[in-house]
């Protein structure tokens, strides 16, 4: 085990003050971001004062957009308008592989249970953490609903969720219309980190979309619009939803993961001589931390060595195909968050991904390292058993090591800043589990 360098605890910015960012953002001044507070709280003071204050409304303000935030201040997951009951079930309402069915379940009774009568109206009242979003009386002040609505040529609502603590953390907006329908998913890049991401995902879905190459299984968003706002970088999502109520089932995804590799058309090369091999060998001086720069480099030669010269089928990926961006509907996967798409890498990428991703998550990272030592194990009856239709003739192994490398160059360049600092721990892991790998093997 290598010991990392000691770290100053980390400044980044909590969950929620990343929730009221955004706000202030998409409601820029004049408007007024005001957080109620609990309303079972039991303070003393001026009644006056705070009947104003518990309101979350500045005096000679109108309140414009009202926002539940769920579960609770301290986990905010999203934040829901409240403007109908319509609006708040259906923005309730989540597809993807990620959930459990006890979660399943449970986002499905609230979305029911809100539209039932007298139900809404009182949500609204007792939930204890509430965002008033108001401006003064008898201005008018433009929000990114009213470029939203611009777009989309009608009147539209959004619920925000921003996500935990990391680099790339960026808003995301489900958009629905007054009556409750949803019309769109929307990406916001709001400083340059996320802002390339966004601008990254626009590419790839264009690129998709202008290959003009029909696909059996794999179902895609299509870019309803890409530009800015106020120094925001926006992408509008067309919904990807399931047609059927199967849309969770274990089975892998292997035939669309082939289908999307296959999409852009194959080409042959050795690991050397490959993109993705070059990203990895600028990495070094792309970081700041000496220390890690030098392990970096050292893993890197190490399995140039062994694996540099191997030829390999090459393809497009996904970049971050794990079951909590996907969903199925009847025999099709829907498919979405291609920020991380990439072509010129190794098929199997996106198989090798899926499998560590859903390990570390069941298992935690005791079992992701043995769960990928066993694609290394030399009696072949303790290895996992390899999908040769994904990997398409790709020596499993090589694919493995060239994969983990790319995983750590994306972690040790992305835990840097200091919106990155949670993932410093996973970073070490990874590369502790590559020293294991290539320069103790």
Not at 95 to 100: E, G, I, P, T
Not at 199 to 219: H, I, K, N, Y
Not at 398 to 420: H, K
Request: charge should be positive.
């Amino acid at each position: 085990m290598t010991t990392e360098p000691v770290h100053q605890p980390p400044t980044y910015q909590s969950t929620w003050d990343a929730l009221i960012e955004t706000m202030r953002l998409l409601w820029p001044t004049p408007a007024t971001i005001g957080v109620a507070p609990d309303p079972h709280d039991q303070g003393h003071g001026d009644q006056g004062e705070r009947a104003r204050t518990a309101a979350g409304v500045p005096g000679g303000h109108r309140v414009v957009r009202e926002f539940l935030v769920l579960p609770d201040r301290r986990h905010p997951r999203v934040a829901l308008p409240v403007s109908t009951a319509r609006v708040t079930a259906e923005a309730l309402r989540k597809h993807s592989q990620a959930l459990s069915l006890g979660e399943r379940a449970v986002r499905t009774a609230l979305s029911g249970l809100v539209r039932l009568p007298g139900v809404h109206p009182g949500l609204a009242r007792v939930a204890p953490h509430r965002i008033r979003v108001s401006v003064p009386q008898g201005r008018s002040a433009e929000s990114f609903e009213d470029h939203l609505a611009g777009i989309l040529g009608h009147e539209v609502v959004v619920a925000i969720g921003v996500g935990q603590p990391r680099a790339n953390r960026k808003p995301v907006l489900h958009a629905l219309t007054p009556e409750g329908d949803t019309v769109a998913y929307v990406k916001v890049g709001t400083k340059e980190p996320t802002k390339v991401l966004v601008r990254d995902e626009a590419a790839a879905l264009g690129s998709f979309w202008s290959a003009d190459r029909p696909t059996t299984t794999l179902r895609v968003p299509r870019v309803l619009h890409h530009g800015r706002w106020r120094g925001l970088e926006v992408l509008v999502l067309a919904p990807l939803r399931p047609e059927s109520g199967r849309w969770r089932r274990r089975t892998v995804p292997l035939s669309a993961m082939c289908e999307l590799a296959g999409h852009f058309g194959t080409t042959e090369s050795t690991l050397a001589r490959s993109p993705v091999w070059g990203l990895a060998q600028d990495t070094p001086d792309a970081l700041r931390d000496a220390d890690r720069a030098r392990r970096f480099d050292r893993i890197l030669a190490e399995a140039g060595a062994r694996h540099g010269d191997t030829k390999l089928m090459l393809g497009a990926w996904h970049g971050d195909w794990t079951p909590w961006n996907m969903a199925w509907s009847g025999d099709h996967v829907l498919l979405w968050d291609f920020e991380r798409f990439a072509t010129g890498v190794p098929f199997g990428y996106d198989l090798t991904h899926y499998r560590l991703q859903a390990t570390l998550r069941d298992a935690g990272e005791e079992g992701a390292g043995r769960h990928v030592r066993r694609q290394f194990a030399t009696d072949p009856a303790h290895r996992v058993p390899t999908d040769d239709i994904v990997f398409s003739g790709n020596d499993p192994e090589a694919v493995w090591i060239a994969y983990l490398v790319e995983l750590a160059r994306r972690y040790t360049l992305a835990s840097e800043p200091a919106e990155g600092a949670p993932l410093r721990a996973r970073t070490t892991w990874l590369l502790d589990l590559l020293d294991d790998l290539v320069l103790r093997r």
